[in-house]
């Protein structure tokens, strides 16, 4: 079962910043988040991932609480094509890839 | 430069009639997996390999098989395809078992329909 919680849907105007929270209370001190994205009819897309310290790469930011319990996805200046399913994944040393529901943004013209 | 390649993109089948999926990859990686997805669903794992060894999730049902006869090819066999199984099949592939955790990469998916 998926180890996370997130929002079913979310909106965001272009040109904002989108952030997109995850809980993931019961994590544990090996386990990875990671963020995938899938827009519609591609597969999911590999976004950015972290431990324990906050994130940063070309397409996004990760913030992770200092308790690791949650979360928050960045996406500095949302476009029409960041219009898509973001899924938080928490993975341990295993090599399941367990995908929750996700959340919906939608960018806003 | 596609490295996770998913043949067809489309496939239709008919109802009871075996179908082969199929998915290849130039990156080398020793874990594959198969997904499948429905309409407005997120994506289900059905099986994965680390290197040769299957793993197959529980709630697999045994309609659906899987061989992986190297490290760059996978097939997803449905052996009697019902209405029910028609979704999108997702193939992935991932770096496994090194000292950093690593992303998994995804083809475009199959679109089984049943008829």
């Known amino acids: 079962d998926a180890k996370t919680t997130q929002p079913t849907s979310m909106d965001c105007a272009e040109g904002r910043a989108a952030n997109l929270p995850c809980n993931h209370s019961?994590?544990?001190?090996?386990?990875?988040v990671y963020w995938y994205r899938q827009i519609h009819s591609q597969g999911p897309q590999y976004i950015i991932h972290?431990?324990?310290n906050n994130e940063t790469n070309e397409m996004a930011s990760l913030i992770i609480t200092e308790d690791r319990k949650s979360s928050t996805l960045i996406l500095p200046h949302a476009t029409l094509r960041d219009t898509a399913v973001y899924y938080c994944?928490?993975?341990?040393?295993?090599?399941?890839?367990?995908f929750g529901k996700g959340t919906r943004l939608h960018i806003l013209p | 430069d596609a490295m996770v390649i998913q043949n067809p993109r489309y496939q239709v089948t008919q109802f009871g009639k075996p179908v082969t999926l199929s998915c290849s990859q130039t990156?080398?990686?020793?874990?594959m997996y198969w997904y499948q997805q429905k309409s407005s669903q997120a994506p289900k794992l059905l099986f994965h390999?680390?290197?040769?060894?299957?793993?197959n999730e529980a709630d697999t049902p045994d309609n659906f098989q899987s061989r992986r006869p190297n490290t760059s090819f996978c097939f997803l066999d449905i052996r009697s395809p019902g209405l029910g199984d028609a979704a999108m099949y997702l193939c992935?592939?991932?770096?496994?078992?090194?000292?950093?955790?690593?992303?998994?990469?995804f083809g475009q998916g199959t679109r089984l329909t049943v008829v």
């Open positions: 972290g431990l324990k």
């Open positions: 019961t994590i544990s001190g090996n386990e990875y």
């Open positions: 994944i928490v993975q341990n040393r295993d090599d399941k890839i367990i």
């Open positions: 390999y680390y290197d040769k060894d299957f793993n």
């Open positions: 992935a592939t991932r770096d496994g078992g090194g000292p950093h955790r690593v992303e998994a990469f």
């Open positions: 990156l080398n990686h020793n874990v």
